[in-house]
């Protein structure tokens, strides 16, 4: 199991949250107060963690939502290919894929040898950032 039970009550702007099976971070919040015939609700916008897709949902404040729990890790890069980056993580020495990142300054970055911060949410891998 990759995530955990939360309320949604309990969000904040920056915490992330499962929406349509996407790990998300969320990015605004409007609450609205109860109403005469029902419970307050919540209004949330929020931009997904691998494609940049904008997300958004309505949902009672006291439902339960999927928080996603994202393990931060070390691994060293083995190799650049056109379409991917093997990486080596630090403490497992497990070899595997990881899609290239869409952001253009972490990946003119990428060379074999240095060091990166990965994500692993939910069985998949995002490189965050390359250290040094």
């Known amino acids: 199991m990759s995530y955990k039970m939360g309320k949604v009550g309990e969000l904040k702007v920056g915490s992330y949250a499962i929406i349509d099976d996407e790990p998300c971070q969320i990015v605004s ?5 109860p109403g005469k015939h029902g419970s307050a609700k919540f ?8 494609d940049g ?3 958004s949902f309505v949902s009672p404040v006291d439902a339960n939502i999927q928080i996603p729990i994202v393990d931060k890790r070390s691994a060293q890069i083995v190799s650049v290919s056109p379409a991917s980056v093997q990486l080596m993580d630090l403490e497992t020495y497990e070899v595997f894929d990881v899609a290239l990142p869409g952001d253009e300054e ?4 990428l060379e074999a040898g240095k060091d990166v911060e990965y994500w692993n949410i939910m069985g998949r891998y995002k490189i965050q950032r390359v250290k040094g």
Do not use: G, N, P, T
């Open 29 to 33: 919040i409007q609450k609205s107060k």
């Open 43 to 50: 209004r949330c916008a929020a931009i997904s963690l691998f």
């Open 53 to 55: 897709s904008k997300r």
């Open 106 to 109: 972490i990946r003119s970055k």
